[in-house]
């Protein structure tokens, strides 16, 4: 049997959000990234930033060069749990408000 397991992925919307946020604070605009990386134009970094697309590794690398930081501090992760996962986690906790009042009843008694 296959059991259902949390898993990390790469929030692109987060990442966007970070990748605008280090560019910004480096003092770079996107016309700036857009030539350093060699685009034709503007809109890839637009759509990075948007959450829309990744850089490729190739971008990233050099993204992390120019921002001064690991490739992997550009990007976001967040935690993905299955349905399986967040049921459980709900009759955990229902359970545990369970246990509560019933302790605080019996610490009143």
């Known amino acids: 049997m296959v059991r259902n397991v949390s898993y990390r992925y790469i929030d692109l919307i987060k990442t966007g959000k970070h990748m605008e946020n280090l560019i910004r604070q480096r003092g770079y605009t996107v016309r700036d990234i857009q030539q350093i990386l060699h685009l034709s134009c503007p809109q890839p970094v637009y759509r990075w930033l948007r959450g829309q697309i990744l850089p490729s590794v190739d971008h990233l690398y ?7 930081v690991h490739m992997e501090e550009l990007l976001v ?3 993905k749990m299955s349905e399986w ?13 369970a246990y509560k009042k019933r ?3 019996w610490e009143a008694a």
Do not use: G, P
């Open 62 to 68: 050099v993204l992390a060069e120019v921002l001064q």
């Open 77 to 79: 992760t967040s935690l």
């Open 85 to 97: 996962e967040k049921e459980a986690n709900r009759l955990m906790e229902k359970r545990m408000c």
């Open 103 to 105: 302790y605080l009843q």
